[in-house]
């Protein structure tokens, strides 16, 4: 069993990443994803990443989520070396310290937005899962909509479901690829709010996948990825 390292100090960032690659094979050969990515995101940082399509950012978010293997390189997450880790031990760090909100809602249709926002508390073994679980559901406007189907709600009552099942079990780091893109400006502008609201009340360390400067501009910090590298020589 992988043993779970003891905290770091809090002046440690909680996320260090170093020499990261990624390479996937392909009809035409070996594709580059990934090319030494180096970044650290501060404990209760938001940063906004950024760049155009095809850049890595996605995939970048992956690999931190632990749902996509690094070629190599090193991923320390809150003291924790990860990218060595079993699946079945990335799967119980996911559950105890990382949230994750994708621009589809990914939500369980033949569950309750209660019982859908019940499940990670469950996973971790919250006992009082379903209190915490209404309470979330509550800081996100939802307390009218507990018993109804994900096809029951809007689009943004959705995404405001995925917000409260990521935030619901406090995890440490948060990561939001394209949270609004399935969501027009308006809707779209509201989530964000809440987004952020949710953020600094938990002290959570936010990654946000954006192609919306004013957006990124909103972040504590931006990174802008290039092909697969982090551009330092753009100044955002």
């Known amino acids: 069993m992988d043993a779970i390292p003891p905290a770091p100090p809090a002046t440690d960032p909680l996320v260090r990443v170093k ?6 094979p392909s009809a035409a050969g070996p594709v580059n994803i990934l090319r030494g ?9 938001a940063v906004g990443l950024i760049g155009p399509s095809g850049s890595g950012k996605t995939s970048l978010l992956m690999v931190l989520a632990g749902l ?10 809150d003291g924790q070396e990860v990218t060595g880790l079993s699946e079945d031990a990335l799967a119980a760090l996911r559950r105890r310290r ?4 994708f621009q589809a809602f990914h ?36 307390s009218h909509r507990l018993t109804h189907l994900p096809g029951q709600l809007s689009g943004g009552e959705q995404q405001r479901v995925a917000l409260a099942r990521a935030f619901a079990p406090a995890p440490a780091l948060l990561l939001a690829d394209e949270p609004t893109g399935n ?41 802008h ?10 100044v955002v």
Do not use: K, W, Y
């Open 19 to 24: 020499g990261l690659t990624l390479t996937v």
């Open 37 to 45: 990515i180096d970044l650290e995101l501060g404990r209760g940082e």
């Open 68 to 77: 996509e293997r690094a070629s190599s390189g090193s991923v320390v997450l």
């Open 98 to 101: 990382v949230g994750i909100v």
């Open 107 to 142: 939500l369980i249709p033949t569950m309750t937005a209660l019982e859908n926002v019940c499940v990670p508390l469950e996973l971790v073994g919250v006992r009082d899962a379903a209190a915490r679980a209404r309470a979330a559901l509550e800081a996100v406007g939802l």
């Open 183 to 223: 969501l027009d400006h308006a809707t779209g502008a509201a989530v964000i709010d809440l987004l952020f609201a949710l953020r600094r009340r938990h002290g959570t360390t936010l990654l946000l996948i954006t192609h919306d400067r004013d957006l990124a501009a909103r972040c504590d910090r931006q990174v």
């Open 225 to 234: 990825l290039s092909d697969g590298q982090v551009d330092t020589a753009v």
